[in-house]
């Protein structure tokens, strides 16, 4: 026999034993990353679609068109939260169902959606959260802060006529104003307005979405449609201006200057230091209490935006961003009363260079027009800065 065969020999059995358990070791760490990416995944395709879902229930703030949001999934539709996961896909018997509000994907698994990557399904029963336990761990998905942040909003608005008119006592209650939204149920319910005499009105307990306003003048019969886009926790700004066609609103002057708030002569006054902000008196002999509530203050230049208007030591108005320009509506977070024979102080401060802040702006020199929402009209003239 050839000698090179003769001099070969096997593994022993202690070098088989020491290969197979480092075999087995290798595949033990191999399985236990491979367990590991898989969890990874089941979790990472848990939370997106946990993410469709939400989107699916209160909608996608990414959808918009002409820069408004246009998509407010199933509580944009019905004004309340979905009972369950089923009502996303499934109209449950209500009228302003729109849906399925869930992606083509999702229709065709009619199941698939309401169970997480480990095979449990997940747990939401009309709250503000979703709850997936398939991973042993509870991973919860918030849809919102709050309930109300989605249903219970708010919105000022203000109607003038085509001069700028408020309605004043005269018109006030020949306006109507009118709401449609989602009551909730599977129906639509209007709620129904009358502006103040300054023109001003809040809509309520406002669900969100895309709702029709429409603000009537009955004598003529001239209807303005709008449509209001509600955000989740709209508290009431910004406040919207609406005109109509025609100067309805014709002020009542017929009991001449006497009818109307003036301005105490000599009362203009610039502060001193960085001259940004300007006050005035004004005084009330028109033989009664008087209710402002809101004013417009415009000047040519220089270009300014102002924060506050600060009525007899009252901060009415505190427009931060953005702040108020030439021209535009202030109006006050309540209205306020100039009694009879009364006069008291007007302060329009922090003017700024930009709607959003900027530099100080010097107003030394300006001459400013005054018009409040009862048509009183006069004008302010500030010198140079001390």
Same mark, same amino acid.
């Given at each position: 026999m050839n000698s090179h065969f003769r001099n070969q020999h096997g593994f022993s059995l202690i070098e088989l034993t020491v290969i197979i358990v480092i075999i087995g070791i290798l595949v033990a760490v191999a399985m236990k990353s491979m367990t590991t990416v898989t969890e990874d995944v089941r979790l990472v395709k848990t939370e997106q679609e946990m993410e469709r879902l939400a989107r699916a229930i209160v909608g996608d703030p990414d959808i918009t068109a002409g820069g408004a949001r246009t998509d407010f999934g199933y509580v944009g539709d019905i004004g309340a939260f979905p009972p369950d996961l089923a009502a996303l896909m499934t109209n449950p018997g209500l009228g302003t169902w729109d849906g399925p509000y869930l992606p083509a994907g999702f229709v065709q698994d009619s199941d698939g959606y309401r169970i997480d990557e480990w095979g449990q399904p997940y747990n939401y029963s009309g709250g503000t959260t979703i709850t997936s336990n398939g991973s042993g761990t509870a991973i919860t998905k918030k849809i919102a802060d709050a309930a109300p942040d989605y249903l219970l909003n708010t919105f000022r608005v203000v109607i003038r006529d085509a001069d700028n008119n408020p309605p004043g006592t005269i018109y006030f209650d020949s306006v109507t104003v009118g709401i449609t939204i989602p009551n909730g149920t599977g129906a639509n319910s209007s709620k129904n307005y009358t502006p103040d005499s300054a023109g001003?009105? +809040? !809509?309520?307990?406002? #669900?969100?979405? *895309?709702? #029709? !306003?429409? =603000? =009537?003048? +009955? #004598? *003529?019969?001239? +209807? !303005? !449609?709008?449509y209001i886009t509600v955000l989740p926790r709209h508290k009431s700004q910004p406040v919207i201006i609406y005109y109509f066609a025609a100067a309805y609103f014709t002020p009542d002057t017929t009991g001449g200057s006497d009818s109307m708030l003036t301005k105490v002569p000599g009362s203009d006054s610039i502060y001193a230091g960085f001259c940004n902000n300007i006050s005035f008196w004004i005084e009330n002999n028109t033989g009664g209490d008087v209710t402002i509530a809101s004013l417009r203050l415009t000047w040519v230049n220089p270009t300014a935006y102002y924060h506050y208007v600060i009525w007899d030591g009252i901060t009415v108005v505190n427009e931060n961003n953005p702040k108020v320009g030439a021209g535009e509506m202030a109006v006050f977070s309540s209205p306020r009363t100039i009694n009879d024979g009364e006069s008291l102080k007007i302060q329009i401060e922090e003017f700024r260079s930009q709607p959003s802040g900027g530099s100080r702006v010097n107003m030394q020199n300006t001459v400013f027009t005054v018009v409040l929402s009862d048509g009183s009209t006069f004008d302010v003239t500030v010198g140079g800065c001390p």
């Amino acid at each position: 026999m050839n000698s090179h065969f003769r001099n070969q020999h096997g593994f022993s059995l202690i070098e088989l034993t020491v290969i197979i358990v480092i075999i087995g070791i290798l595949v033990a760490v191999a399985m236990k990353s491979m367990t590991t990416v898989t969890e990874d995944v089941r979790l990472v395709k848990t939370e997106q679609e946990m993410e469709r879902l939400a989107r699916a229930i209160v909608g996608d703030p990414d959808i918009t068109a002409g820069g408004a949001r246009t998509d407010f999934g199933y509580v944009g539709d019905i004004g309340a939260f979905p009972p369950d996961l089923a009502a996303l896909m499934t109209n449950p018997g209500l009228g302003t169902w729109d849906g399925p509000y869930l992606p083509a994907g999702f229709v065709q698994d009619s199941d698939g959606y309401r169970i997480d990557e480990w095979g449990q399904p997940y747990n939401y029963s009309g709250g503000t959260t979703i709850t997936s336990n398939g991973s042993g761990t509870a991973i919860t998905k918030k849809i919102a802060d709050a309930a109300p942040d989605y249903l219970l909003n708010t919105f000022r608005v203000v109607i003038r006529d085509a001069d700028n008119n408020p309605p004043g006592t005269i018109y006030f209650d020949s306006v109507t104003v009118g709401i449609t939204i989602p009551n909730g149920t599977g129906a639509n319910s209007s709620k129904n307005y009358t502006p103040d005499s300054a023109g001003n009105f +809040t !809509l309520d307990s406002l #669900p969100v979405g *895309q709702h #029709p !306003l429409r =603000i =009537i003048y +009955t #004598p *003529q019969v001239d +209807t !303005l !449609l709008r449509y209001i886009t509600v955000l989740p926790r709209h508290k009431s700004q910004p406040v919207i201006i609406y005109y109509f066609a025609a100067a309805y609103f014709t002020p009542d002057t017929t009991g001449g200057s006497d009818s109307m708030l003036t301005k105490v002569p000599g009362s203009d006054s610039i502060y001193a230091g960085f001259c940004n902000n300007i006050s005035f008196w004004i005084e009330n002999n028109t033989g009664g209490d008087v209710t402002i509530a809101s004013l417009r203050l415009t000047w040519v230049n220089p270009t300014a935006y102002y924060h506050y208007v600060i009525w007899d030591g009252i901060t009415v108005v505190n427009e931060n961003n953005p702040k108020v320009g030439a021209g535009e509506m202030a109006v006050f977070s309540s209205p306020r009363t100039i009694n009879d024979g009364e006069s008291l102080k007007i302060q329009i401060e922090e003017f700024r260079s930009q709607p959003s802040g900027g530099s100080r702006v010097n107003m030394q020199n300006t001459v400013f027009t005054v018009v409040l929402s009862d048509g009183s009209t006069f004008d302010v003239t500030v010198g140079g800065c001390p």
